[in-house]
């Protein structure tokens, strides 16, 4: 609960008004480190000087509650829910006008072990057996004492959704090849009709309802912008809203931002190439700075989790679309070549994982071309769905089976000719000229030995599976260009295994945990090859943060 309050004594704040902000006081960021858990009030002022970061000392209102969440997505209303399931008071801060606008609210489903949906239907999928495959995906990189507790939350949390919440739940069935039928949930009300998914708010309502019926508050149009310090100690957030600087006090602050898939610098800086953001861009990465600020330490785990659907492009008309041959032909395992011209992946695991391997090859190739010719276009085009048209291979594209199978594209010629109208897709009656529309002057003797490949049977540079071995020989030929594209950011904050932010020497940061996208302690990159993996940290991740934050209170 929610009440005007003095302000604190001694109180330090540090934070980030903007990246120029950020760049120019860089240098001295290293200073606001906590030297145990706390810092002595002379070197707190110390830091405050040195930084170039200081928020504004004056606030235009103070408020004061138990615990401050910073970000209303999945990790956010579920640390909500946790909190004030507690006792605890509880103040959530949204930049946007809802809960409805998050990835959490919109995605399809979350990852999940053990949930009443899973047992009624005899899956045996265990934690054991879960978490052994998630940290040997990751290679023991993140926490995995953090990762079994999300892991032993997940399924309960789909049994909330629908027991506590009225969310209905089903069961998604595994694409991906986890070995059970289904290890992830959907949000339909009828199993065989996607549009009845609960999204946004319809989702997040029931949750917020809760919150609020037990005294917890939102605070929607509100972007956190520096922590609130006391000898460093975490005592709330700062945050501006409609143009007001408004201090929330907190014995405990939860930061849940969502990370930084709307800042395309932040995205240039971490991935080094373009990448065109498909979820919440409202995330443009000011809880990672403000925590950074705070002393808080970065992973060592930066990537995306890629569009499983098709490639994209900037420049095209809508970016993406799903129905398109012009886009989808980029994860059909088509030949994949970078601006030299040269071949960079295999790209029938492309195919296969393209949410998880397909988001990390995708940065390899930064832009890069799928190159198909008309003999293959025309196959598409006949009515023969992709799958089959690749060769009908259940156990190296069970993916295209699971997804594709039965599903012919429309429109094939004129989606093409399109794409190639709008500049991003290149069309040439001979190779050598193709090569010289892309700028490419490698792609002739690529494809001289591809083809090799594909009349062997084998591909003797990447072992590409032979099923997606298609030649590229009777002209016209297509380069469709594409840039990676990413519903989630990886990469973040590393927390101990109680999710509390830690600095350079891997202390607590007193008063701080960081869940959600911001969290560089749960999710590794590549994106793990357990559907809706994300989806499951954040709210599995929220619901570990919020029951933390309040037990320490």
């Keep these: 609960m929610a009440y005007e309050g003095r302000g604190l004594t001694r109180r330090g704040f540090i934070g980030l008004g903007s990246a120029a902000v950020l760049a120019a006081g860089a240098a001295g960021l290293a200073g606001c480190a906590p030297q145990s858990r706390k810092e002595s009030k002379a070197s707190d002022k110390t830091a405050q000087a040195d930084s170039g970061a200081v928020a504004k000392e004056s606030a235009d209102e103070t408020r004061q509650t138990d615990i401050v969440i910073v970000g209303a997505g999945g990790a956010g209303m579920w640390a909500a829910v946790e909190a004030v399931d507690a006792g605890k008071g509880v103040i959530v801060v949204e930049k946007g006008q809802n809960v409805g606008v998050s990835n959490g609210s919109i995605a399809g489903g979350p990852f999940m072990v053990q949930s009443q949906l899973q047992k009624d239907a005899g899956i045996t999928l265990t934690v054991n057996e879960a978490v052994e495959h998630i940290m040997d995906y990751a290679h023991w990189a993140t926490n995995a004492p953090a990762i079994r507790a999300a892991v032993e939350l997940s399924g309960d949390t789909i049994d909330r959704f629908t027991r506590d919440f009225g969310v209905a739940t089903g069961l998604r069935p595994d694409n991906y090849g986890a070995g059970h039928a289904s290890v992830r949930a959907n949000f339909q009300s009828d199993p065989k009709d996607s549009k009845t998914q609960a999204k946004g708010e319809d989702r997040m309502g029931p949750l917020q309802a809760h919150i609020e019926g037990k005294g917890g508050e939102f605070l929607f149009g509100a972007t956190g912008k520096a922590l609130l310090l006391d000898n460093g100690a975490v005592k709330g957030v700062q945050c501006e809203v409609d143009g007001k600087v408004v201090n929330i006090e907190a014995k405990q602050t939860i930061v849940c931002t969502g990370g930084f898939l709307g800042n395309a610098e932040k995205m240039q800086e971490h991935f080094g190439t373009h990448v065109n953001p498909l979820g919440n861009i409202l995330s443009v990465g000011e809880g990672i700075d403000m925590v950074k600020a705070a002393g808080g330490q970065l992973s060592t785990q930066w990537g995306i989790a890629g569009n499983e659907f098709t490639g994209s492009n900037q420049n095209a008309n809508g970016v993406w679309n799903r129905k ?29 994982l393209p949410l998880a391997l397909g988001g990390a090859i995708s940065l390899l190739g ?24 690749c060769g009908s291979d259940e156990v190296n594209w069970r993916t295209g089976s699971m997804t594709l199978k039965g599903k012919p594209l429309e429109n094939v010629q004129e989606e093409m000719d399109k794409a190639v109208a709008e500049g991003w897709a290149f069309k040439a009656d001979t190779v050598e000229a193709l090569a010289e529309a892309i700028g490419a002057p490698d792609l002739t003797k690529t494809l001289d030995e591809y083809n090799g490949y594909c009349a062997a ?61 911001d969290n560089g302690t749960l999710m590794s990159a590549p994106y793990c090859d357990y559907e809706g993996y994300s989806l499951m940290c954040a709210y599995s991740g929220g619901r ?10």
Excluded at 337 to 346: H, L, T
Excluded at 366 to 389: E, F, H, M, P
Aim: glycine residues 12%; aromatic residues 12%; contains cysteine.
């Design 457 to 517: 049977g084998e591909d003797g540079q990447f072992m590409k599976p032979a099923c997606f071995l298609q030649p590229v020989a009777e002209g016209p030929f297509y380069a469709l260009q594409y840039e990676p594209s990413a519903w989630v950011t990886i990469g973040g904050i590393r927390t101990n295994d109680h999710l509390q932010a830690i600095d350079a020497k891997g202390l607590p940061i007193e008063g701080l945990f960081v869940a959600g996208a």
């Design 544 to 553: 570990l943060a919020g029951k933390y934050a309040a037990a320490a209170i």
């Design 366 to 389: 930064g832009q890069y071309y799928a190159i198909v010719d008309q003999k293959y276009v025309d196959g598409l085009a006949s009515g023969v769905d992709a799958w089959t048209l």
């Design 324 to 352: 398109s041959a012009a886009f989808t032909i980029g994860i059909y395992g088509t030949l994949l070549v970078n601006n030299q011209g040269r071949r960079f992946s295999n790209e029938g695991r492309f195919a296969n």
